[in-house]
């Protein structure tokens, strides 16, 4: 949990928030090398500056995609909701949602993000999610998606930190390549990642020894992971104190939330516009385990939807929109979505499918990408979910495949085939295999 979010939601989710910590401090004792098991990898391109940075975003808790994004156009979204579906676009009330085609809308709450949807970056993909697995346990939905494989506790490393294990540097001489950012230790989507470090607020990143030299002379005469580990570290905090954080002026206006959320995301916008050598980010934003009293349109989840949209709004506006834009794709999944009815507490139990958030100047946007399978109890999974359509997988493949520029999807998701959805434009890969084709004459 973060100091933003009350201790709420199911048992399970509250036992694993508290317990985070220790799972988090477990793992960080990753392989220091490619694991064995991994298939043999060609090393993406150094120094191309056409590789995107991927921040990645962890909604815990199993996110409601059904009120995140509402199909106002399916009559059994109201039959299933009568208390707390959001209100239809054309209604008169002043809760009502924003359509964003003939189908689906945005609640309130997520307004801010409507100004990245109408610019074409961002791309929504409903009915979403784990195809492979029924799992509706936090625990093992959240382990299964950030390891890129479900049901294989074999594997220690995160997705995420397999693309850095199988792609050069873009710059050799950066200190950090990864940082999780958030209180809790590096999460298992980074888990694994080479010169990554967990760094809950940038900027008061700092070692406690009196006299640096002194960790410096130490670090020299270590085994040389530890050696070149810690002065990773050490040059980490020389670059991060180099960063105005606290002057930093946030561009086009745009102002992020004063929460957990939006300070982490305003600090890796400083991170990203120093050209500091960082290629991926993690950032969690939990409480969306709305067992009870969920609040579509005001409370709970409202408020949270609030700080989700201002803050992922603001990170566009300051570092993706217009002339100044930076190559940066925002990447954002739930473990699992919530029941397709309201329960007897106006709130929604574990379900299936949700939705997922792709945003950034290479994202082919300003559209909900759907298979939509209907909410119909006839057609709801087991008579009460949502079911799962596309595979996050395959939307997160093609991210690292397009806009990463990394082919070894083999070894980032272990024996899946992904299909290409579609949701980027040209990336860095599509780039350089298009120069190595022969010219049509």
Known sequence: MTEDTEDCGCREYRELSRRG????????????????????????ASEDSTRDVLVSVFMRGGADGLTLVAPFADPAYYSGRASIAVPRPDSSS??????????FMLPPGMAALRPAYLADQLCIVHATGQKSTTSRSHFEAERYLEAGKPSDYSISTGWLARHLMTSAPVNATAPLRGISLGWGGTRLTLTGAPKTLPIPQPENYRHLAPDESV??????????????AGTDALRTVSLLRSIAFN????????????????????????????????????????????????????????????????????????????????????????EFGRNARENGSLG????????????????????????????????????????VTIDHRDLLAEVVRRRLGNANIGAIFPGFVPVERGITTTGALAIREAARRPVRR
Do not use: C
Request: aromatic residues 10%; charged residues 15%.
């Open 21 to 44: 910590f220790v799972t988090a401090a477990g793992l960080n004792v990753a392989a220091l090398a490619l694991p064995q098991w991994l298939p043999q990898v060609s090393y993406a």
């Open 215 to 228: 960790l410096q002379r130490m670090y020299s005469a270590g085994w040389a992971p530890v050696r070149d």
């Open 247 to 334: 002057s930093y002026r946030p561009a086009n206006g745009a102002q992020y939330p004063d929460t957990n959320f939006g300070r982490g995301l305003r600090s890796l916008a400083a991170i990203i516009k120093a050209d500091a050598g960082v290629e991926a980010a993690h950032l969690d934003i939990g409480g969306w385990d709305t067992h009870a009293n969920q609040g579509s349109t005001t409370g709970q989840m409202h408020e949270l939807m609030t700080d989700f949209a201002g803050t992922l709004g603001a990170f566009w506006a300051d570092v993706m929109q217009g002339a100044g834009r930076n190559n940066v794709t925002v990447a954002v999944v739930s």
């Open 348 to 387: 929604t139990d574990h379900g299936r499918a949700s939705v997922a958030f792709f945003l950034g100047p290479g994202i082919a946007g300003g559209r909900v990408m759907a298979q939509w399978p209907g909410l119909s109890r006839d057609v709801l999974e087991d008579g009460q979910d949502l079911r």
């Open 94 to 103: 002043p809760q009502r949602g924003t359509a964003l085609d003939n189908f």
